[in-house]
């Protein structure tokens, strides 16, 4: 059965901490990972990543993937409160649907 | 653009009553479909997915159903709600072969 696993499942940090939020699969037929942040409602996409060790970034965000160790990071730099979320990490294996992992609820403290 | 609209938005029905939540997709066509859940402090559950018009797949057997009556109409639909219904549901949709997943705005659910 494909699995996601998330670590930590919830972390709490001041303003300016860097974080690493992990991801961890196992899947056949991987197809691609991707990282959600969710704040009140809907998730909102912030990476997709197919290949292994090609960084995608996005301002302070920055994630990687491990197809070798199966496993992906999210790295947040200078935390801000406005990166209080819970950040989802979903799997896609080829001709099934994703698989979402249980997310890592980050509280960045003022 | 892309935009995907999911009503109603909060929803607070007893126990037994039955429950619609519909979803709508603009913008793209022959998008793919889905119904997840999400209870608390937990992930994502998909409860169901659609790749066209009246094609739905089940996950998760349940007392919920799913229809897909236009091309860009996703409907979650219950006779009788059960309390462990309660959740926040997620319509989504996605194209392509390699394609990210969009989400709605959600739909809180308490059954009491």
């Known amino acids: 059965e494909d699995k996601v696993v998330q670590s930590p499942l919830s972390l709490v940090v001041h303003e300016g901490d860097t974080v690493t939020l992990n991801c961890s699969y196992e899947?056949?037929?991987?197809?691609?990972l991707l990282w959600y942040k969710q704040e009140k409602k809907a998730p909102t996409f912030l990476f997709m990543l197919t290949s292994s060790g090609i960084e995608k970034k996005s301002g302070r965000l920055s994630s990687i993937l491990d197809k070798k160790e199966l496993f992906s990071i999210l790295n947040i730099t200078a935390t801000q409160t406005g990166d209080s979320a819970v950040y989802l990490c979903a799997v896609v294996p080829y001709g099934q649907n994703f698989v979402f992992g249980p997310g890592t609820r980050l509280s960045v403290l003022p | 653009s892309q935009t995907i609209h999911q009503w109603p938005a909060t929803l607070v029905q007893p126990v037994g009553s039955p429950l619609s939540l519909e979803c709508t997709v603009e913008?793209?066509?022959?998008?793919?479909l889905y119904w997840y859940r999400q209870a608390a402090g937990r992930g994502l559950q998909l409860l169901f997915y659609?790749?066209?018009?009246?094609?739905i797949s089940s996950e998760v057997p349940q007392n919920l159903s799913a229809s897909r009556p236009q091309d860009r109409q996703f409907i979650l639909s219950s006779k009788k709600l059960l309390l462990s219904d309660s959740g926040f549901y997620l319509c989504a949709w996605s194209v392509g072969v390699l394609s990210t997943i969009y989400f709605g705005e959600g739909s809180w659910l308490t059954v009491v």
């Open positions: 899947v056949t037929n991987f197809r691609s």
């Open positions: 913008g793209t066509s022959n998008p793919n």
């Open positions: 659609s790749v066209g018009i009246g094609q």
